[in-house]
Structure formats: C-alpha cells, structure tokens
C-alpha cells in the first residue's frame, strides 16, 4: 500500500513556522530535513514593525486614480510614503489597451490639480485642458510624464513596482472574522497590511517551478486598492439577468488568443486587431459606449474597402435606437458619438423587425453573410458555442468552417429564436469588481452594486432623480470608509457595477482620503 505523506509543522523558528513533509518511520524513503529559513515568511507573521517615523500606504493600481492618489498622499505630509504596485509593464498599463480610443472628456476632467502640480513641478508640459485625448495620448502626454515626475520629485518616498499583481491583502495576522470593532476590539486600527504579491520574472531569468514569484510585504499603514475593474476576467455574463450564457463559461476556460476572437474588452478595428473584422462576420453585444465606439469604427473599417461582411449588433434595451441623447449635453463628443451610432441603426431596425415578424418558424438560422448592418433590440442571449459548420442559411448561403454559434431571443419577436453564425464576437456588456483582494478583510459590499456599502448607499439615494452623470457631486470623506480601518477603494472599483463613476470623482476622493492619512501621519509623529 502506498503510504502518503503528511504535513506537520516543525518548531517555532523566529517568530515564523516553517513545515516540512514526513513519512512514517517504515518508508523506505530517507528525507533529509532541515528548518527552513524564515526570512520568506516572517511580514507575514511579524507584528507592528519597529516605528521608523515613516507611515506607509500601498496603492493597488497606477492607473489614473492610483497616480493621483500617490501624488495626493506624498503631498499630504512629510513622514507618508507610497509603493504603488502595477501588474502590468508600466504605469496606466490598462489605458494603454484602449490607447486608440477617443475620451469624450476634455483634460480639464482627466488632469487632476495634483498631476498638474506633479507635472509643472518637474518641468515638463501640463497638457492642453481644453483638448480630449485619445488613450495613449492620455498616456504619454500626462500619466508616464506623472509617474516619473513623483520618483524624481519625492525620491525614495515614492516607488513604483510594475509587473507585480497584488493577489490577497491581510491585516497582521488576524483573521476576518477576529477583531471586530463593532463589538469593541480596536486591534485592527494598529495592525500593519501585509500583501501576498506575485512579481513576474524576467524572461532571461530561471526559476525551477513558474515565471512568478510570490512574496509578502508588509508594514503598511495603510492601503488603497484603485486596481479598477476593466478586465477581460471581470466581463458581466451574457446571459439573463447577467448570469453567463449556456456554454460561455466553458468558451472563456478554453478561450485562446489563437481561436476565433471572443473579445470582452473594447478592440482595436482600425489597428492591431484589424484581422478579426476586416471582411468577418462580427457581433457586439451591448450598448455602451464602448460598443457605439466599436461599430463606428466597423463603419470607417467599411469605408475603407476592409468593413466586416455583416454586424450583428444585440442590446438589451427596448428601443429601436441604441442610445437617448442628452439635450444640451455638456460633452459634446459624447452626443456625437451617440448620433452617429444611432444613425447605422436607424433604416434597418424597422426593417429587420417586419421581416423577421413575418417568418412563421420557431427558430430562424442567420448567417451574418449578408451586407447588412442590423441592430436588434431587447434581446436575450441563450447559448454560444464554438462549432464547425457545414450549413445552408435561412438567406441560402452556405458556410463550412469553424465559427461562433449564438443562440437568442427578442422581445420584439415573442416565440422565436435565432441561432446566428458569426465570426467574430465583441461582448462590451459591463465589468464587476473583483473581491478576491479583500477578501481576508472587513468590508461591507453593497448586495446590489458589489462597491463599499457606504459609497454605494449614498450613490443610490443620489440617482433616485435620474439625470447624467455629469451633475454627480464629489463624495464625502464618510462615504469611503470601511469597517477595515485605513483600508480604501477609490475610482470605478469602489462604484462597483455602477458604470456611472467619472475621474474627477476619483480625483476628489484621493485628495479626501490624503487627508485622512495626513492625520494618521500627525498623530503617529505627536511626541
């Protein structure tokens, strides 16, 4: 019989334990065992580090949000300082993905006082605040220039750690549910934050087991997750009530970037990703802005000889027109993009409804081969599937292949669902934020919006009148505390599914939070 191995923990060894696997003393297995070195894990078990005069924060994310938020804290006092930690190569990474993307906002509500100061302090050019950037000018005329302009200007008080994704985020060694201030434990508010990291390795170098490393870093006074939540793996599910489609969950485990595209975040048409609609059988799914921006460029991909074949654009709305401008909108190049999406809807809605109105059969197969642009509304989506396909359409067209295979139903066509080959599929319908980061913390999530309760409650009572959320006021400082003393979300990750957050309510809510912090600083520097 085999025997297993088990685990037992060895002694103590410098505050930290070590563990190694043992065998009954009859295996024929001889393991040497020796303690292991305890410097690996010993922030993650160590108690309040030794005072040094320093407090400091850690900030998930050096997007927008998360370089305001540095630039706010080293402002706020002397003794702060900040590690700001980035998954991806460099600071905004995330921006760079939809750096061909057009902002409808000016600079005047993307450059923060504080980047402005950042950058007029080091020299460099405050950009045009009358100007609306596309992404990657966003990047490179104010966020890098921002980035670097805090390491130059605050030294060794600020540092930027790129290529390293904050996995989980604990509070010295206490569990989540220890320690509760409700019922007059207040351990938590002297705590250090320790984070479990994972920082990607260089190509050149070798490591035996993963091309990542994980560590813990702690001594942190405080922490500020501003990591957003515009990923492909926080996409909402397809299906009803935003639950996933059937068999989605097992496309996006299979999904790789050499099968057919399957994009959940916006792509770029007219550039890299070109490939993927130039001639193809496309469907969007959603009615962002994110997908009007999306097929207005399939209509400049179209005038320029390469357009997709057919676009099949679904919504969940009701109305035969995707978007309802804002009379007088302040932004003007947000109403022009909503008219001119529009506009590919407008002859072809009617249409596309009589004629399908009128076909009497339960289930109605769609090609996506014929030269129609076609939005259908108030559409559920049921099922996709990647298939071969060797089949004759309803229009009498035959396509053998590989090809996404899209199942739904229309309000507007009570009884009747279509199956719809396509090609390529663009699912632009919402982002969740991801709660694996706090997990081990005190939060309280909204149940509805999945943001911080406080924020999330005052967030509601604001749109019981409805409006743009261009009349949105700045939060109060209350509304972003959470039961985790010095533990906050700031930027669309602390609005949740809300889709309504702006930058410069992000940027107000950094300058409030560096206020907190520059007491906490005072306080622990009062003799």
Known sequence: RREVPRWEPSERIS????????????????????????????????????????????????????????????????????????????????????????????????????????????????????????????????????????????????????????????????????????????????????????????????HARAKAKDEYVSGFAAVIDASGTYARENANGLGAGGMPALGEKELETSYKEDDLPFFRTLPDALGKDRSAFARKRVCIIGAGYSAATLAL????????????????WLTRASTALPYARLANDPLPSRDSLCARANALCANISKESDDTQRNDERQVKRVCGACPLFVHVPDTTVLEVEDVEEDVKFDCGTRHEGRALELTYSSGWKPGELVVAHVDTMVALVGYRPASELSRELQVHLCYASEGPMKLAASLLAASAGGGDCMSQAAPGVGTLLTPEPNFFVLGSKSYGRNPSFLLRVGFAQAALVAGLLAKTAVAQSAP
């Open 15 to 206: 505050g930290s334990y070590a563990f190694f696997c043992t065998r009954p003393p009859s295996s024929a297995s001889n393991m040497a065992v020796k303690p292991a070195a305890a410097g690996k894990w010993q922030s993650a078990l160590a108690g309040q580090p030794a005072s040094t005069g320093i407090v400091r924060v850690a900030i998930v994310g050096a997007g927008p949000i998360g370089l305001d938020a540095a630039a706010c804290v080293l402002a706020a006092h002397p003794s702060l300082s900040v590690v700001l930690f980035e998954r991806g190569e460099s600071a905004a990474a995330a921006v760079r993905e939809w750096g061909h993307v057009t902002l409808f906002s000016p600079n005047s509500l993307n450059v923060s006082g504080a980047m402005a100061f950042i950058l007029a302090r080091t020299g460099r050019a405050v950009p045009d605040m009358t100007a609306c950037p596309t992404g990657r000018e966003y990047v490179s005329q104010t966020l890098q220039p921002v980035a670097k302009g805090l390491a130059e200007l605050y030294g060794s008080r600020f540092l930027l750690r790129t290529r390293v994704e904050v996995m989980s985020i604990g509070r010295g060694g206490l569990r989540k549910t220890e320690a509760v201030a409700a019922v007059g434990d207040a351990r938590r508010s002297t705590a250090p934050f320790t984070l479990l990291v994972r920082q990607e390795l260089d190509a050149g170098v070798e």
């Open 297 to 312: 460029s399939l209509d400049q991909l179209r005038a320029e000889g390469e357009g997709p074949s057919h676009v099949l």
